[in-house]
């Protein structure tokens, strides 16, 4: 770790001649223009995630000693020799120069992110689809085929499904377990393996060790969605993806007030996303990067919470007379419990379960006090929608069955209040029924 990032994080590394970095990586590069006071601490020796939660990334104010990172609302930098050094010789990455390009607020949040991901380097956006799109483009060659899952989020859909074919790119959708079906889906062409780590709505685990040495024997790159899951409940990149994307709008800001997104991985791959993000303008704004940066910091508390009630709300549902299934990786009866526990440090706050048919899921809903009716996910508040009015609206019941998810089916986003009042809150829902 270059030690003059600690005090002057403009600086550059000493002998670095002009051009003397041409073709090569590390060039006179830092990690960024990091801030952080305790970045050589954090270094130094394994630290723990709720500790990176809270650290990493974050600084103090230099000239008032306020703690906690400032909101740098600017749009531009001073130029001094060292900016207009940064963009003649390709590294304005590592500069503050225009906050398209970068900004500390935006790099607090990137280092804490990359931090909790075990990762050289994130990118922080101005929404997950952003960082979903602009990831991808990056990643792929001209006329390169994509095999992905037909279970994904459906705004990653729309994108791969409307906007890459006009782009000249493929895209083949297969059963995101099926790792038979995968490789037989690969052609000459395939340059990407996109899966998300825990599909919606039923919660289905995606292994991706065995998807990462899928990708390795056919020189693919394997990109995971880990938005259901979080840097604290999978180690995504540890696991052999080449890099990993959130909806940061979920967990990691987890208070229902902000859209965002990230991509986590090394330094060479965001190197080559970052000109998408100045091409395709996706940056986060100043203000909702210290929204996200506080949230960050309770991440794995909340996730501690997420995962304790989300598990004492399937243990409830489970037993009910008027349920009829429940999908919660937690369980022993989920499809993919035993996956779920080698992979997940943590099994977040998704519950997904069937009441009788949809017009009685309709009414649980409306019976429901505490829970809001709402989608997204991740927040401190618990969420619940139906996927045949929302996210599967544009399929028929038929093939909502064909899928596997089944009349009546709820989704649930448990967020961090006493499981208690929510099961409450289920019971008396479930007694109208
Ligand atoms: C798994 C997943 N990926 C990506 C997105 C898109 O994120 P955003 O709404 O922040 O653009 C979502 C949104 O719901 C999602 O659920």
């Known amino acids: 770790m270059d030690k003059q990032i600690k005090g002057d994080p403009l600086a550059i590394s000493p002998g670095v001649g002009k051009a003397s970095w041409t073709n090569k990586l590390k060039r006179s590069r830092i990690a960024g223009p990091s801030m952080s006071a305790v970045r050589d601490e954090l270094s130094s020796h394994a630290i723990y995630p709720a500790t990176l939660a809270v650290h990493a990334g974050s600084h103090d104010d230099p000239s008032t000693g306020a703690v906690g990172t400032p909101i740098y609302q600017t749009s531009t930098f001073i130029l001094g020799e060292e900016q207009y050094r940064a963009i003649e010789e390709g590294y304005a990455r590592d500069r503050f120069i225009y906050s398209r390009y970068g900004n500390p607020s935006q790099w607090a949040v990137q280092e804490k992110v990359a931090a909790l991901e075990g990762a050289e380097s994130a990118l922080v956006f101005s929404s997950g689809m952003a960082a979903i799109s602009a990831s991808v ?25 409307h906007e890459l074919p006009s782009l000249g790119f493929s895209v083949t959708y297969v059963d995101p377990r099926d790792l038979a079906g995968i490789e037989a889906a690969i052609r000459p062409n395939t340059m990407m393996l996109y899966f ?32 259901f899951v979080s840097p604290l409940g999978c180690r995504t990149l540890e696991h052999g993806a080449d890099l990993v994307i959130h909806s940061a709008s979920k967990y990691l800001n987890g208070h229902s007030d902000l859209i965002a997104g ?3 991985g090394s330094r060479k791959y965001i190197d080559q996303i970052w000109p998408r993000l100045l091409a395709f303008g996706g940056c986060l704004d100043p203000h909702a990067c210290f929204l996200l940066e506080r949230g960050l910091k309770t991440l794995a508390i909340r996730m501690r919470a997420h995962e304790e009630g989300a598990s004492q709300v399937a243990h409830f549902l489970s037993s009910h007379p ?41 009414k649980l809903l409306d019976t429901l006090t505490l829970m809001r009716q709402a989608t997204s996910l991740g927040g401190v508040e618990s969420l619940v929608s139906l996927p ?8 028929t019941a038929d093939q909502r069955l064909r899928m596997g998810i089944p009349p009546g089916c709820v989704r649930m986003s448990i967020g961090i209040e006493d499981p208690r009042d929510l099961i409450e809150d289920l019971s008396s829902a479930l007694a109208t029924l």
Do not use: W
């Not at 483009?137 to 499904?161: C, P, Q, R, V």
């Not at 009829?324 to 937690?330: E, K, M, T």
């Not at 977040?348 to 899921?361: L, Q, R």
């Not at 045949?388 to 399929?395: D, G, L, M, P, Q």
């Open 137 to 161: 483009l990056a990643m792929l060659d001209k006329g390169a085929h994509i095999i992905s899952s037909n279970e994904l989020y459906g705004g990653t859909y729309s994108f791969f499904h």
């Open 196 to 227: 998300e780590a825990m599909t919606n709505p039923l919660l289905k685990i995606v292994d991706i060790p065995a998807l990462s040495e899928i990708a390795k024997k056919h020189h693919l790159r394997l990109v995971i969605d880990a938005t």
């Open 262 to 264: 990230v991509c986590v």
């Open 322 to 362: 008027k349920v009829q299934q429940v999908f919660y990786p937690g369980l022993e009866t989920h499809p993919d419990h035993l996956l779920a526990k080698k992979l997940l440090k943590n099994m977040a706050g998704m519950v997904t379960f069937a009441v009788e048919n949809d017009a009685a899921a309709i």
């Open 388 to 395: 045949y009015n929302t996210s599967h609206a544009a399929f």
